[in-house]
């Protein structure tokens, strides 16, 4: 093709160059897709604000109640607090099984508080007749100074016209001072006045001109009762130091049977109670009356049971040891024989001798371990009581014919001796 032909060619294309398809886009589509892309751009903005927005809302409101938790004050909820008391209304079947275990409850404290009570107003009856001994050992050189070594408590048993007489525990008297302590607060010296050293006991006397007209008259011996009345079960009271400690209480019930206890030419009633006591305690046993029926003393190992003299057999003891009548003795150990065994073995009468004591009256003028003594000049020994009270018929240092019963469970042969009697010391 030549130069001038491609001319032509060209000159022709740019003469139906206005006729050329042009392919142009929709406004609509163009829109659309405009649309499209400012919503998902609103979309995202918005979205990124909320979730900024919440975020911190939430952090806020998470600080809140942190802040909430570390500043709230505690209370601890008590039986008024109303979301017990709806607690207790949602779930009624154990309602009624808490009513029932409160008023159980209630019940038993209030019997407490009642025995309590009664326990105060009796030991404000009985206290007249209690007192606290202190007792100190003094210097020889310097009298006035003292040194107080032990406490114990007493018993007013008696009241004369010049003077008190009060019981307490001889092993506690080893001190040459004795102050005492009356109800009212006054305190004066006191006096070893007499005193029973196989059982223990020690009279102290206070003369009435140490006292002041006021503590005399608050003074009131113990009211005694018949031990005898008791029975299982019975409530008992202990004032003065059943604990070891001046000014102690305590009460139970009698839990045992009465026993007996053989001393010296003599026989004690012991009655076992509910109550604990120290080895050194010592106190009145008193009766809901206030009445004392008994004397605890030397209880034995610590916080065992407690276990007391009864006071009808005591009396007698007592009323000799405060009015220093002598009493004889002849130091055999004894108990009484069940009828049915005397009537088995033919004995009439008689105490069965357990022990004699070494170098005593008894033991002198040849009675054994194992003996039943029979009478005493003449007359029928039926008990270990009835066989004290015959030999304080007689004074001391005097000879009395004494009718035994050797190998009375066997071949049975009756001697008769003759015992030198001594003084009880």
């Known amino acids: 093709m030549d130069e001038n032909q491609e001319n032509e060619e060209i000159e022709e294309k740019k003469e139906f160059s206005f006729m050329e398809e042009k392919v142009m886009e929709s406004k ?19 979205f990124g604000v909320s979730a900024a927005v919440c975020f911190f809302a939430v952090q806020a409101i998470a600080g809140k109640i942190q802040d909430a938790e570390v500043s709230e004050k505690v209370e601890l909820i008590t039986s008024t607090d109303s979301g017990l008391n709806n607690e207790k209304k949602e779930i009624p079947e154990k309602q009624d099984e808490k009513n029932e275990s409160l008023k159980k409850t209630d019940q038993a404290v209030h019997m407490l508080n009642d025995v309590l009570s009664y326990t105060k107003r009796l030991e404000n009856l009985c206290s007249p007749s209690l007192v606290g001994l202190s007792l100190y050992s003094s210097s020889d050189e310097k009298s006035i100074l003292y040194e107080k070594n032990s406490s114990v408590s007493g018993i007013i048993l008696a009241k004369t016209s010049l003077k008190v007489l009060i019981l307490t525990q001889k092993s506690a008297i080893v001190q040459d001072v004795i102050h005492v302590k009356f109800v009212d607060g006054n305190v004066v010296s006191g006096k070893l006045y007499c005193q029973d050293d196989k059982l223990d006991f020690a009279i102290i006397c206070v003369e009435k001109k140490q006292l002041t007209n006021s503590t005399w008259d608050k003074v009131k011996p113990a009211v005694m ?19 070891g400690v001046v000014s102690s209480i305590d009460y139970g019930y009698i839990n045992a049977g009465e026993t007996q206890k053989s001393v010296e030419d003599y026989q004690m009633d012991v009655y076992t109670t509910s109550m604990t006591h120290h080895s050194n305690g010592f106190a009145m046993i008193c009766n809901e009356e206030g009445q004392m029926v008994g004397l605890l003393i ?34 055999v150990t004894a108990v009484d024989i069940a009828q049915d065994v005397m009537s088995n073995y033919s004995l009439r009468s008689g105490i069965y001798v357990e022990a004699v004591q070494q170098k005593s009256p008894a033991y002198k003028a040849g009675i054994m371990v194992g003996d039943v003594i029979t009478a005493v000049e003449g007359e029928r020994v039926t008990s270990i009581v009835n066989y004290y009270t015959l030999l304080q018929q007689y004074d001391q240092g005097e000879s009395v014919k004494m009718t035994i019963v050797r190998d009375p469970f066997g071949k049975q042969k009756e001697i008769k001796v003759k015992v ?3 003084t009880r010391k």
Do not use: H, W
């Not at 609509?28 to 918005?46: D, E, H, P, W, Y």
């Not at 009762?225 to 604990?243: M, N, Q, W, Y």
């Not at 009396?315 to 009015?323: D, F, G, P, Q, T």
């Open 28 to 46: 609509k589509v163009k829109n659309k897709r405009f649309n499209n892309i400012r919503q998902a751009l609103v979309s995202g903005i918005v």
């Open 225 to 243: 009762e018949e031990s005898t009345r008791l029975s299982t079960g019975d409530i008992v009271f202990a004032f003065g130091s059943p604990k």
């Open 420 to 422: 030198k009697l001594g």
């Open 298 to 331: 030397n209880g034995g190992d610590s916080m065992e049971n407690c276990t007391f003299y009864g006071m009808s057999k005591l009396k007698l003891i007592l009323e000799n040891l405060i009015n220093q009548d002598e009493q004889r003795y002849s130091g």
